[in-house]
């Protein structure tokens, strides 16, 4: 059975490619085995405000899966027109994407508008929108891993919104915070993974979160030393979690794993189990002769890049004039190389000293890290954002946005033993 796939929010295709692979004949040295019988049918990349010059990640994905294969539109104003019947987007049994953490609240109750009056802007609102239009089987969505505790205001509100969507669409729900480097991957990336299945079978909750989920085959876990439990029940109208959830609490009744069936929540602390080869931010460093003269740091601006990633505690004279200290402790300088690499961000370009930025040492110098390099750091095939593509500055951003392939691969291949 061929499972169709809508991408959104699709950045250079990682989702796509972590699921359906690649195996084009343009680019040999890119193939990567499929997770299952994956074939996305649809997907959608737009960077906000629409100058041609920001798309650089949708003409990587245009490139690298065939002209046509993205739509290159504000994903809202597309929904717009599917509603308005002039437009079509072809029938798909999955949803995926990737989508920023935002504020989720809604405006009104449902007994009071003809459906969810949500934040203008707020990608989430398209996800769910399609989901309304065409309640696909399978959803797999992922996020950063403050999604589970934010606002502060009102902690986990934002993550319980979500589910009370999904719930109130007919969906069950597994999710997990998965940091990459725990299942060998050669990044220390955490972000949050979201699996849901429509009109899903019975759940045993406890079951479904830490042995028989697709997450929980794809990722085994163990509770915790540090046992935290909670079993609560989420409203199917998020104007009521929007206004009552989190109220009070110091910390997000979401750990780092959990599920949701007809309402009903359990969450838990967990730890990952895995003893099969690790990768180390050593294993993807090119060698030093392939390395251009930009990336070396220069002994002249040394002393710049010391003081950004050393500890400081210093008084500060704010725009208002008040005082204050200013206190960080070190950051690793160089990047250690027999461990996996810190999370990689979008400003890993550019030639200016950061703290931010990752440094290694080697042949006796100090360098950045070049784009090739932020490739394999999230499992993409090396060059898979070509310099014949986009700037360097534009390959690190891409990188910084993007997954790590191998997580929805992983997931991948136990949904395809699923509906086998």
């Not at 993807?284 to 390395?291: D, M, R």
Request: proline letters at 5%; glycine letters at 10%; charged letters at 25%.
């Amino acid at each position: 059975m061929t499972i169709r796939i809508a991408e959104l929010f699709a950045g250079v295709g990682g989702f796509r490619l972590g699921l359906e692979g690649y195996n084009d004949e343009r680019y040999p040295q890119f193939r990567r085995e499929p997770a299952g019988p994956f074939r996305t049918v649809w997907a959608n990349q737009w960077e906000p405000m629409g100058q041609e010059s920001k798309q650089f990640a949708w003409r990587c994905y245009e490139d690298r899966f065939g002209a046509g294969s993205c739509v290159n539109e504000d994903i809202a104003k597309v929904l717009d027109q599917v509603e308005e019947g002039t437009r079509a987007i072809p029938e798909f049994d999955m949803l995926v994407g990737g989508f920023p953490c935002q504020d989720y609240s809604v405006a009104k109750p449902l007994a009071l508008a003809s459906g969810i009056d949500g934040k203008k802007g707020v990608l989430w609102w398209s996800i769910n929108r399609l989901l309304e239009m065409r309640h696909p089987k399978y959803v797999l969505l992922e996020n950063v891993d403050r999604l589970l505790k934010s606002p502060a205001s009102q902690r986990g509100r934002d993550f319980a919104i979500i589910l009370s969507c999904l719930y109130r669409l007919g969906y069950s729900v597994e999710w997990r915070v998965v940091n990459a480097a725990e299942y060998g991957m050669p990044q220390r990336r955490r972000r949050v993974y979201i699996f849901a299945e429509h009109d899903a079978p019975e759940w045993n909750l406890d079951d479904r979160l830490m042995r028989s989920g697709v997450i929980a085959r794809a990722f085994p876990i163990v509770e915790s030393d540090k046992h935290i439990e909670h079993n609560f029940a989420i409203s199917d109208d998020p104007y009521r979690v929007t206004k009552h959830f989190g109220v009070g609490d110091s910390v997000s009744k979401f750990q780092n794993s959990g599920v949701m069936q007809d309402g009903h929540v359990l969450t838990r602390r967990v730890d990952a189990v895995y003893d099969g080869p690790r990768q180390t931010l050593g294993d993807v460093l090119v060698p030093a002769e392939q390395v251009s003269e930009a990336f070396w740091i220069d002994e002249a601006k040394l002393s710049s890049w010391q003081y950004l990633k050393g500890g400081k505690r210093e008084e500060r004279v704010a725009r208002t004039g008040y005082t204050y200290t200013y206190s960080e402790g070190p950051v690793a300088f160089p990047d250690s190389l027999d461990q996996p690499s810190r999370t990689i961000l979008t400003g890993e370009g550019g030639s200016g000293a950061s703290r931010t930025k990752h440094v290694v040492e080697q042949n006796g110098r100090l360098r950045r890290l070049v784009p090739d390099e932020l490739d394999a750091l999230q499992e993409f095939p090396v060059g898979w954002t070509g310099d014949d593509l986009m700037s360097d500055g534009h390959r690190a951003f891409c990188m910084g946005n993007a997954l790590v392939t191998g997580i929805p691969h992983r997931i991948g291949r136990i949904l395809a033993e699923d509906v086998a």
